[in-house]
């Protein structure tokens, strides 16, 4: 059996005629955390972006490769078939289409299985409760006039229901008050120990690493991977920012 993992190799990216990620190489294994760290447009959402196939986001060397598989050409449908879930920074508002309506179809599409009504809705309501998300927002249309925090949790609801195994999170802990960000983060937890993910967070504050411990830290810049290392560089980072870590080492 392949081992669950996702590769990019050699990747680099194209934005509006514009260099932003040269070469670059990252690897994920089921059950690893990793943390992308970098300054204010380095490419950090760019990497998330272009794994999903947005399609302002050209690679134009290198590939992506998901259990061996070569999914740099792969459409975002199939991406999402295969379990890659996307937590973007400015989550999505989709109006007149509910969480309910939406989360139903997207299962049923994942699983090839019309899930019964009232199994879906037990579920719905338990990772409600567990996300401390009102019932009532299962009927609201997707992200729509949800303040930033509870477009996080939102998000949430719909990583818990379509249980992927590869999750980007993009600066999840941005705009969160001290409660949501501690229900946000063991919520991630519970869900990483239930199903081993392989998980990329990017984020620019280390208090969300307390809970989530990452395996890896990469510090992104000019468009490069220029360090990674343990749970320590993260703290080095908060502390004295981000050039002490590109200085040369004496
Ligand atoms: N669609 C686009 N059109 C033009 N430029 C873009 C586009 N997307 C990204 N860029 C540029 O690419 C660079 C990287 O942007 P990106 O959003 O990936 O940065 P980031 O590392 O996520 O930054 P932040 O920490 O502020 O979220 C920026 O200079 C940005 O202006
Ligand atoms: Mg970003």
């Not at 195994?165 to 239930?194: F, M, Q, R």
């Amino acid at each position: 059996m392949v081992i669950f993992m996702f590769e990019m190799k050699n990747v680099s990216i194209k934005v509006q005629d514009k260099n932003i990620i040269e070469n670059l190489n990252l690897t994920i294994k089921k059950g690893e955390i990793h943390v992308l760290m970098g300054p204010n447009g380095a490419g950090k959402s760019t990497i998330c972006k272009t794994i999903m196939k947005h399609p302002n986001y050209e690679i134009t060397n290198g590939k992506i490769l998901l259990e061996e598989q070569d999914i740099t050409n792969f459409q975002t449908t199939e991406l999402a078939q295969l379990g890659i879930y996307y937590i973007s920074q400015n989550p999505t508002a989709i109006e007149g289409v509910t969480n309910a309506e939406m989360l139903r179809l997207a299962l049923n599409a994942k699983t090839g299985q019309k899930m019964g009504i009232f199994a879906f809705n037990k579920k719905c309501k338990e990772i409600a409760k567990k996300i401390n998300l009102p019932e009532s927002f299962l009927h609201r249309a997707i992200n729509d006039g949800m303040s930033g925090g509870e477009k996080k949790k939102n998000e949430l609801l719909h990583l818990w229901m379509l249980e992927p195994k590869l999750i980007l999170l993009d600066e999840i802990d941005s705009g969160l008050d001290v409660d949501a960000l501690k229900i946000v983060a063991s919520s991630i937890l519970d869900y990483y120990k239930e199903n081993q993910p392989a998980i990329l967070i990017i984020t620019h504050q280390i208090k969300i690493l307390d809970t989530l411990i990452p395996d890896y830290v990469h510090i992104l810049k000019n468009g490069q991977l220029l360090k990674s290392g343990p749970k320590e560089l993260a703290q080095e980072i908060e502390k004295n920012g981000f050039s002490s870590v590109f200085e040369p080492m004496d």
